[in-house]
């Protein structure tokens, strides 16, 4: 079979999530299963040292101009670049590169840009471009499986459709929430607004909020989907489901109804993602681990009034979806107060993203606690010193799709502290359970979730301080965990490709 996998990041050469992180590991698992398979994805004015100017003039392919009509409603020839890199020992799986200056190049030299007044409007317009030049590479190619992430590529399944290629269309959903949602009138003189004139795809493109007078990329995307799979099998279970904000559950963010219908159909699947792991788990490597966990929590120690505590951390971007639970009010403090009121408790952060998180990890510091230590910026050599040297890692996403982060962690010794959601359901055991590797929680309302969290907390430090030995199982059976990238691929194979075929 010959598949077509296109992603708007693929690491090594462009990552921010954890699309980048699937698209530059699930193909390589697929390709040793025997698929033929190609990725497609655009190339980033400077974005990787892979790709250096000599490195680029051996791998030029062609060049030609795309006519495209944009925002203001003129259709200009636009220059297209295309690179194709030959599988070697640094990426062994063959690559397409999309390369356009004006969409990929100047404040557009990354993966995804937040737009001044409009959300997803940038990233809208430029990743309809990469629609259409991939539609051009579509034909050449003529794969069996064009296989697409996310909404970036949602109307690509719109112009196939409209040009009746053959190829069968599977779309992976790493989260439901981002849907690149766009006004009508916004988008009334774009290329875009073919699909919303088309008989056939016009209906599909709505929003389902029908008073927002939208379009909706990724229910286009679905609808058109011949398979569809989320990134964990409890996430696609979720979104089945109608959000409910009492109690911090996000479901289907609007879209229930079209996934239900793919449920019922058949079409829609739950896989896992895989991890790259650094060793085969052997007992020999989780000792020199624990090993390397207490130099690392020594490190850390230093910032502590009390640095052999149990010290719980924290690394990830302040966003909603990873830092509301902690920033959350109850009682009149926030629920990070309350676990850093806990005795015995040091609590270690790297963290950085939108300004109301941040400003409240600046009061926090400001307090001067002697059991927090708080750095708000990207810090990688920090970041890595919390996830090997805390005793606990912790994780309170409000929804979780797969998760990199915890796998991680177990793979570390470091067992983690999650919400009970999404591909955290999937990847951690509770530590009440005799194959245990983590620590959970949920609740039924709001004020449930928190408390519920911060006796977790209370759990995992009196595991910790008064069951060592247990705490040791804990961390050992974690560490010789494996989600593997192998597994991922072979159910892609057989529950997506082999199905459509």
């Known amino acids: 079979m010959k598949v077509l996998y296109i992603a708007a990041e693929c690491k090594p050469f462009s990552k921010v999530g954890g699309v980048g992180d699937v698209a530059g590991e699930l193909p390589l698992a697929l390709q040793e299963q025997g698929v033929d398979i190609e990725i497609v994805t655009p190339l980033y004015e400077g974005g990787s040292a892979l790709l250096s100017a000599e490195k680029l003039a051996q791998i030029h392919e062609t060049r030609y101009r795309l006519p495209f009509r944009d925002q203001a409603g003129e259709t200009r020839e636009e220059t297209v670049d295309l690179y194709r890199w030959k599988p070697d020992r640094d990426f062994r799986v063959p690559v397409s590169f999309v ?31 990469f629609s259409q ?11 069996d499986i064009v296989h697409i992430n996310d909404w970036p590529l949602g109307t690509l399944f719109g112009w196939m459709v409209r040009e009746g290629l053959p190829a069968k269309r599977v779309l992976t959903v790493h989260n439901i929430g981002y849907q690149g949602n766009l006004g009508i009138q916004t988008v009334k003189d774009w290329k875009l607004a073919d699909l919303i004139q088309d008989p056939q795809t016009g209906p599909l493109f709505l929003d389902p909020h029908v008073e927002w007078n939208s379009v909706n990329a990724l229910r286009l995307g679905l609808e058109l989907s011949d398979r569809v799979n989320t990134v964990s099998p409890t996430y696609s279970r979720e979104m089945l489901q109608p959000e409910d904000p009492e109690r911090y559950f996000e479901g289907g963010k609007g879209l229930e109804a079209v996934t239900c219908r793919l449920e019922k159909e058949g079409k829609l699947v739950g896989i896992l ?5 650094k060793s085969g788990g052997e007992a020999s490597a989780f000792e020199r681990t624990l090993e390397q966990k207490t130099a690392m929590k020594q490190a850390l120690g230093k910032d502590f009034k009390d640095p052999d505590a149990f010290l719980l951390g924290f690394v990830g971007r302040a966003v909603e979806q990873k830092f509301k639970l902690l920033a959350e009010n109850l009682e009149g403090r926030s629920v990070l107060e309350h676990i850093l009121d806990l005795p015995g408790v040091n609590v270690a952060i790297v963290a950085n993203g939108v300004p109301e998180y941040e400003q409240f990890l600046g009061r926090i510091k400001a307090l001067g606690q002697e059991n927090c230590s708080i750095t708000i910026a990207f810090d990688k050599s920090r970041a890595e010193q919390i996830s090997k040297g805390s005793d606990v890692f912790l994780m309170p996403s409000l929804f979780e799709p797969c998760g990199i982060t915890q796998m991680e962690s177990l793979s570390n010794a470091t067992p983690p502290l999650v919400r009970w959601t999404g591909g955290l359901v999937d990847t951690v055991i509770p530590h009440t359970q005799p194959d245990g590797t983590g620590f959970g929680f ?4 709001r004020e449930e979730v928190l408390l519920n969290l911060i006796h977790s907390v209370r759990e995992a430090l009196a595991l910790f301080r008064d069951h060592q030995e247990d705490f040791k199982a804990l961390q050992r059976r974690g560490y010789a965990q494996r989600f593997l990238w192998s597994t991922s691929a072979n159910e892609y194979i057989e529950k997506l490709y082999r199905p459509v075929l």
Do not use: M
Not at 106 to 121: D, L, N, Q, R, T
Not at 133 to 143: D, F, H, S, V, Y
Not at 273 to 277: I, M, Q
């Open 442 to 445: 949920d609740g039924d309302t």
């Open 273 to 277: 993602n895989g991890f790259e792991y």
């Open 133 to 143: 030049a991939c539609l051009q590479l579509i034909r050449e190619r003529k794969p």
């Open 99 to 129: 390369a356009n200056p004006t969409y990929f190049g100047g404040k557009y030299a990354k993966p995804y840009i937040v737009s001044e007044f409009i959300p997803y409007f940038d990233d809208a317009l430029r990743f309809s471009f």
